[in-house]
Nanobody, 117 residues
Protein backbone atom coordinates (compact mmCIF):
# COMPACT_ATOMS: atom_id res chain seq x y z
CA UNK A 1 0.00 0.00 0.00
CA UNK A 2 1.42 3.36 -1.05
CA UNK A 3 1.43 6.11 1.54
CA UNK A 4 2.68 9.66 1.38
CA UNK A 5 2.48 11.42 4.73
CA UNK A 6 3.13 15.14 4.98
CA UNK A 7 4.14 16.89 8.16
CA UNK A 8 5.49 20.22 9.31
CA UNK A 9 2.77 22.61 8.26
CA UNK A 10 1.64 25.39 10.55
CA UNK A 11 1.05 29.10 11.00
CA UNK A 12 3.82 31.67 10.73
CA UNK A 13 4.28 35.38 10.22
CA UNK A 14 5.35 36.86 6.90
CA UNK A 15 9.11 36.66 6.47
CA UNK A 16 9.49 33.56 8.61
CA UNK A 17 10.46 30.06 7.54
CA UNK A 18 8.80 26.68 7.61
CA UNK A 19 9.84 23.20 6.51
CA UNK A 20 7.39 20.58 5.35
CA UNK A 21 8.31 16.94 4.96
CA UNK A 22 6.90 14.00 3.04
CA UNK A 23 7.54 10.43 4.12
CA UNK A 24 6.84 7.79 1.47
CA UNK A 25 6.26 4.09 1.83
CA UNK A 26 5.13 1.33 -0.50
CA UNK A 27 7.07 2.58 -3.53
CA UNK A 28 10.59 2.22 -4.87
CA UNK A 29 11.28 5.78 -3.80
CA UNK A 30 14.40 6.49 -5.80
CA UNK A 31 12.56 5.71 -9.04
CA UNK A 32 9.99 8.43 -8.47
CA UNK A 33 10.04 12.13 -9.13
CA UNK A 34 8.89 13.90 -5.98
CA UNK A 35 6.93 17.10 -6.04
CA UNK A 36 5.24 19.63 -3.83
CA UNK A 37 2.03 21.26 -4.96
CA UNK A 38 -0.28 23.68 -3.22
CA UNK A 39 -3.90 24.69 -3.36
CA UNK A 40 -5.24 27.91 -1.94
CA UNK A 41 -8.95 28.41 -1.22
CA UNK A 42 -10.88 28.95 -4.43
CA UNK A 43 -7.85 28.26 -6.61
CA UNK A 44 -6.56 25.33 -8.60
CA UNK A 45 -3.78 23.14 -7.33
CA UNK A 46 -0.45 24.42 -8.62
CA UNK A 47 3.09 23.16 -8.88
CA UNK A 48 5.53 24.48 -6.30
CA UNK A 49 8.65 22.40 -6.91
CA UNK A 50 9.79 19.03 -8.17
CA UNK A 51 12.93 16.98 -7.74
CA UNK A 52 13.82 14.15 -10.07
CA UNK A 53 15.43 10.91 -9.03
CA UNK A 54 18.66 12.38 -10.43
CA UNK A 55 18.33 15.33 -8.07
CA UNK A 56 17.53 17.93 -10.70
CA UNK A 57 14.99 20.47 -9.49
CA UNK A 58 12.28 22.67 -10.92
CA UNK A 59 10.50 25.57 -9.22
CA UNK A 60 7.51 27.75 -9.84
CA UNK A 61 8.59 31.32 -10.58
CA UNK A 62 6.71 32.54 -7.53
CA UNK A 63 8.93 30.57 -5.14
CA UNK A 64 12.32 30.66 -6.87
CA UNK A 65 15.03 31.87 -4.54
CA UNK A 66 12.83 31.34 -1.46
CA UNK A 67 11.96 27.63 -1.46
CA UNK A 68 14.28 24.63 -1.69
CA UNK A 69 13.18 21.09 -2.40
CA UNK A 70 15.35 18.15 -1.37
CA UNK A 71 15.12 14.40 -1.12
CA UNK A 72 16.78 11.65 0.85
CA UNK A 73 16.55 8.36 -1.01
CA UNK A 74 17.87 6.44 2.00
CA UNK A 75 15.07 7.72 4.23
CA UNK A 76 12.36 7.88 1.55
CA UNK A 77 11.65 11.50 2.33
CA UNK A 78 11.22 14.70 0.36
CA UNK A 79 11.32 18.07 2.08
CA UNK A 80 10.41 21.59 1.13
CA UNK A 81 12.25 24.37 2.95
CA UNK A 82 10.27 27.59 2.69
CA UNK A 83 11.97 30.88 3.56
CA UNK A 84 10.77 34.47 3.39
CA UNK A 85 7.19 33.30 3.44
CA UNK A 86 4.49 35.60 2.14
CA UNK A 87 0.74 35.66 2.85
CA UNK A 88 0.16 34.50 -0.73
CA UNK A 89 2.00 31.27 0.13
CA UNK A 90 -0.95 30.31 2.33
CA UNK A 91 -2.37 27.03 1.03
CA UNK A 92 -2.66 23.33 1.63
CA UNK A 93 0.61 21.78 0.51
CA UNK A 94 0.51 18.34 -1.08
CA UNK A 95 3.29 15.85 -1.69
CA UNK A 96 3.30 13.92 -4.95
CA UNK A 97 5.28 10.91 -6.15
CA UNK A 98 5.21 10.32 -9.87
CA UNK A 99 6.71 7.88 -12.34
CA UNK A 100 5.84 8.69 -15.97
CA UNK A 101 7.13 5.40 -17.32
CA UNK A 102 4.96 3.38 -14.95
CA UNK A 103 2.05 5.84 -15.28
CA UNK A 104 1.88 6.11 -11.51
CA UNK A 105 1.07 9.18 -9.45
CA UNK A 106 0.39 9.26 -5.74
CA UNK A 107 -0.71 12.07 -3.44
CA UNK A 108 -0.48 12.76 0.24
CA UNK A 109 -3.34 14.10 2.31
CA UNK A 110 -1.95 17.62 2.49
CA UNK A 111 -0.69 19.90 5.22
CA UNK A 112 -1.90 23.43 5.89
CA UNK A 113 0.52 26.34 5.71
CA UNK A 114 -0.80 29.71 6.84
CA UNK A 115 1.22 32.91 6.56
CA UNK A 116 -0.14 36.03 8.21
CA UNK A 117 0.97 39.57 7.51
Amino acid sequence: QVQLVESGGGSVQAGESLRVSCAASGIFFSAYEMGWYRQAPGKQRELVATIASSGSTNYADSVKGRFTISRDNAKNTADLQMNSLKPEDTAVYYCNAGNARLLRSYWGQGTQVTVSS
